[in-house]
Each structure stands twice: as C-alpha cells, then as structure tokens.
C-alpha cells in the first residue's frame, strides 16, 4: 500500500513557475513507476509526466519542454519543475505511483493516486 500526498499547488501569474511535490509513503519507493497527472474543469483526466524506476522521463507534448519531473527515493518524494505556466496549464494535479513490473487496471495503469493540488495561472 502506498499513500501519496501533493503540496506546493497555488495561485501564479503567467509566465511564473512552480514546484509541486509528492510524498509517498512505504519503504520501498524505489520500486514504484512514478506519475504526474492533471484535470482541467470540464475536462478528463490527462498524464503530463512519467518517471521511471530507473530514472528515465517522458512528457505530455503540451508540456514542450517547461516542465520537469524528478524523484529522490532517499525523501520518497517526487517533484515536478514547472516553468512559463499558461492559463491553460489550471488543473487540478495528481501524484500515481505503480509498482514496476505488476500490472494495473488502475486509470492510466496506476494502482495508487493522491488526492491532489489546485494550480490556478492567471491571465
């Protein structure tokens, strides 16, 4: 079992960046396939990056190179860089983890989801 914690959500001005983290519980981290996703108001769910066990990254293409995900297993934490933020960027955004190797039915093949944190960029 594994519980997943946002912070660092708020409030930003185009343009402006953020940092959001996820805490996760339990002692084996390390093991766990890593995710951030988002759901914009009246729309569905979508990824916006991925990291692996090992370290390896993917990204959305909306994301063009502003944002940057990232984990340190020593913190169980997993952090997501997010620069030139745009109106559109406002959702609400989760933290998933898998556990590598074990398949999911899970939204987007991930077992545990958090509860989130609201960005609002404004205009």
């Known amino acids: 079992q594994v519980q997943l914690v946002e912070s660092g959500g708020g409030l930003v001005q185009a343009g402006g960046s953020l940092t959001l983290s996820c805490a996760a519980s339990?002692?084996?981290?390390?093991?766990?396939?890593m995710g951030w996703f988002r759901q914009a108001p009246g729309k569905q769910r979508e990824k916006v990056a991925g990291i692996s066990t090992a370290g390896s990254t993917n990204y959305a293409d909306f994301v063009q190179g502003r944002f940057t995900i990232s984990r340190d297993n020593a913190k169980n934490m997993v952090y997501l860089q997010m620069n030139t933020l745009a109106p559109e960027d406002t959702a609400v955004y989760y933290c998933a983890a898998q556990q590598s190797g074990v398949r999911s039915l899970g939204e987007f093949g991930m077992e545990y989801w958090g509860k989130g944190t609201l960005v609002i960029v404004s205009s």
């Open positions: 339990g002692r084996t981290f390390r093991n766990y396939i």
